[in-house]
């Protein structure tokens, strides 16, 4: 395992012990990783940068023919999230589409605009490759952490991520636009939190920077700076992949859903470059309990980490879903 300005990164080509306990070091210090071996080609991930562009390049109308939901399926406009309400004085300046499954588990059902609807079968494939890219991640942090075998080992969190069941998973494309001022207001474009579901993978795109990730270790902001394919002409350049807040609580606090916000880089400031970004966040079946995983590893832990219980019960991962979207968007339960 190497690292790039703090962040591991690690191989996941290969699927042995090793490969796995350098995963969960990582999870477990910083909570983030860069992840070598995704599957994913620079083709790729240039074709969904620019697919992401090309939609925040249409009509605001057409943007706008499908809103935001309580399912978080829609276009988010501009200023409408606020992910950091104690510190923002208004919502996040950007703007974003979220794809989801449709309520019985679909893929490929829910409501697009005209530009995305014309291109589905892309977005699609990225949507399924990203949890294809997901299952094998958690299949080795699930070795790295020893759970059970006779409670499903290397499956335990895969057998809770069907793509065919309903879930909280979502393709985001996001877009913030550039600027050529310091203005306080709008300098953070993504306000501090923690991520909702099981794990986030989110594209590099050079000169594309602004992640910060608070680190647990030393408690100081740190760029996520982008890293170079090892390979560029055949592999796309590694995903940066976190820890969310479901992989915490199950995990009594041993892997970090690690505090991150997007800050406008400096370098951008003096341009005015607009800023995509193409993300996936994974969450498991809604009906999944976030009770601790069945591992002496987690088993052992003095000093655990948050839990997720409600009058003495579990909750379950959409119940923990929709309480974040709620004060994400303001809406009322």
């Not at 877009?175 to 794990?199: C, M, N, S, V, W």
């Not at 470059?273 to 079946?285: A, C, I």
Request: charged share 25%; net charge negative.
């Amino acid at each position: 395992m190497s690292k790039s300005v703090g962040i591991p990164i690690v191989d996941i080509t290969e699927f042995n012990q090793a490969t796995a306990d350098a995963l969960v070091e990582a999870a477990s210090t910083m909570g983030f990783v860069m992840i070598e071996g995704s599957g994913f080609t620079k083709k790729e991930v240039d074709e969904a940068f620019q697919l992401s562009a090309d939609f925040f390049n249409t009509s605001l109308e057409e943007k706008k023919s499908v809103p935001i939901t309580e399912g978080n399926h829609g276009y988010s406009c501009m200023n409408l999230e606020v992910l950091d309400p104690e510190n923002q004085a208004k919502g996040d300046p950007k703007e974003a589409f979220n794809i989801t499954q449709s309520p019985d588990g679909t893929l490929g059902d829910m409501p697009l605009p005209p530009f995305l609807e014309q291109n589905k079968d892309q977005a699609l494939d990225i949507w399924k490759k990203c949890h294809e890219t997901g299952m094998r991640i958690l299949r080795l942090l699930a070795l790295g952490l020893k759970i059970d075998e006779s409670k499903g080992g290397v499956n335990w969190f895969t057998d809770r991520h069907s793509i065919d069941e309903p879930s909280g998973s979502v393709l985001r494309f996001l877009f913030y636009p550039g600027q050529t001022k310091e203005d306080p207001q709008t300098i953070i474009r993504a306000g501090a939190h923690t991520d909702y579901g099981t794990l986030t993978l989110l594209f590099q795109k050079e000169g594309e920077d602004g992640l910060e990730v608070l680190s647990p270790i030393t408690k100081q902001w740190t760029p996520v700076t982008f890293v170079p394919s090892k390979d560029p002409e055949n592999y796309a350049p590694p995903l940066v992949v976190n820890i969310a807040d479901l992989l915490s609580f199950w995990s009594a606090g041993i892997l970090k859903s690690s505090i991150h916000r997007v800050k406008f880089p400096e370098y951008l400031q003096k341009t005015g470059k607009d800023r995509y970004s193409t993300v996936f966040f994974l969450h498991p079946q809604n009906s999944t309990l976030l009770e601790p995983i069945p591992s002496e590893i987690v088993a052992n832990v003095t000093t655990r980490g948050p839990s997720a219980q409600k009058d003495g019960k579990y909750i379950t991962a959409q119940e923990h879903l929709s309480k974040r979207l709620a004060a994400t968007y303001g809406w009322k339960k």
